[in-house]
């Protein structure tokens, strides 16, 4: 289409002062009279085979659609805009009796009622752009109070200029936690009782699997886990052609106890029992296991300090050496990907079993 434009544009005998183009709407500014414009229609039409442009004119003060935008030629001279709705258009909205948070419906007309002054040039059109979308809202089930109160929001300065204006506050770490919406009401005992119990949580609603996605499945079989730190050792020296020497097994977690393939896991919850004295942790993880256990293993052997393990070894067993051997077991107790889920879960377990290894308690369930 570029391409055809600059053909057409560089042909043509008289040529627009202005031309731009979004997709397949064209706007363009034409200084030359009616007879010369018509011209120019055909002679873009000429260009290609099969694309034709059709046109409309703003003669004699009529009005021009372009996309949602109605521009009209005043008596003055003056260019007017107002929000412009197809002829066509059903009027579907988002209803207000759809199952979606309330603050979601609000927003959506607000941003309705912005967009109407935006594409607005004076208060006459944009009181006329803004009953259009009284009108859209109402014919979607929106109460006259909501209408009125998305307006008073359209006219207050956005979310992004009210922080611009505002000094920047300290960052603080939330974690976001995923529920299927149910109903505006529990929604509210739900911010409700996350308020009260100052955990740093930020609520969000997703979707949710489909009931395709919960009956198809890709593997025909189950997937055998196996192990792949001893295969990847092997790549790395076959590689780098080094064949000298037994190859080595460095995978901690195995060696721990874990089943064959659980230590590549992501996003879970274990437990972690001393061989020497019996007692245990609980933790949590959103990287393969390997790389959380194999870090307790080194706080352990280096008895690093302000570190769950590190401090035990150091406090009741700190004449016991570690080697490569692992001084704990190791057990999977869940999988959880959602972060929030994962942290609860990770709660409950302590709660349940009462570590003596670990430092915190972990979310206060």
């Given at each position: ?153 359209s006219r207050q300065p956005t979310r992004q200029q ?119 942790y609980v933790g949590e993880t959103m990287r393969p ?42 057990e999977l107790l869940t999988t959880v990907m959602d ?27």
């Amino acid at each position: 289409m570029d391409r055809l434009e600059q053909k057409m544009l560089r042909t043509a005998k008289e040529k627009p002062d202005t031309y731009d183009r979004y997709v397949d709407d064209c706007l363009m500014v034409w200084c030359h009279g009616e007879e010369k414009l018509v011209k120019f229609i055909e002679h873009c039409n000429d260009q290609h085979p099969t694309i034709r442009f059709t046109w409309e004119s703003s003669v004699n003060g009529q009005p021009v659609s372009y996309m949602d935008m109605l521009m009209t030629i005043r008596p003055d001279h003056n260019l007017e805009c107002e929000l412009f709705r197809k002829p066509s258009d059903s009027g579907v909205n988002l209803n207000f009796e759809s199952c979606i948070p309330l603050h979601v419906k609000q927003s959506v007309a607000t941003q309705q009622f912005r967009r109407a002054s935006t594409l607005s040039s004076n208060a006459e059109a944009e009181e006329r752009s803004q009953n259009k979308i009284r009108n859209l809202l109402h014919s979607n089930g929106f109460p006259l109070k909501h209408i009125q109160r998305a307006q008073e929001r359209s006219r207050q300065p956005t979310r992004q200029q009210q922080l611009a204006e505002k000094q920047p506050r300290p960052k603080t770490t939330l974690t976001n936690l995923r529920l299927p919406f149910c109903s505006d009401g529990l929604d509210r005992k739900v911010r409700s009782f996350i308020c009260k119990s100052k955990i740093p949580l930020r609520v969000v609603y997703n979707q949710g699997k489909s009931l395709k996605q919960n009956l198809v499945r890709s593997a025909l079989t189950p997937v055998l886990r196996t192990c792949t730190t001893h295969e990847k050792y092997l790549e790395q020296q076959h590689q780098q052609k080094r064949s000298r020497g037994k190859p080595r097994d460095d995978c901690i977690s195995c060696k721990a106890g874990l089943n064959a393939g659980n230590c590549d896991r992501k996003g879970g919850v274990y437990c972690l029992k001393c061989n020497l004295c019996a007692e245990i942790y609980v933790g949590e993880t959103m990287r393969p296991l390997r790389a959380r256990i194999s870090e307790h293993h080194m706080q352990a052997r280096n008895q690093t300090a302000e570190q769950p393990w590190g401090e035990h070894m150091k406090l009741f067993h700190p004449e016991r050496k570690i080697g490569k051997e692992p001084i704990f077991s190791a057990e999977l107790l869940t999988t959880v990907m959602d972060h929030a889920k994962r942290k609860a879960r990770e709660a409950i377990e302590i709660r349940e079993r009462k570590p003596m290894v670990n430092r915190t308690k972990g979310w206060r369930t």
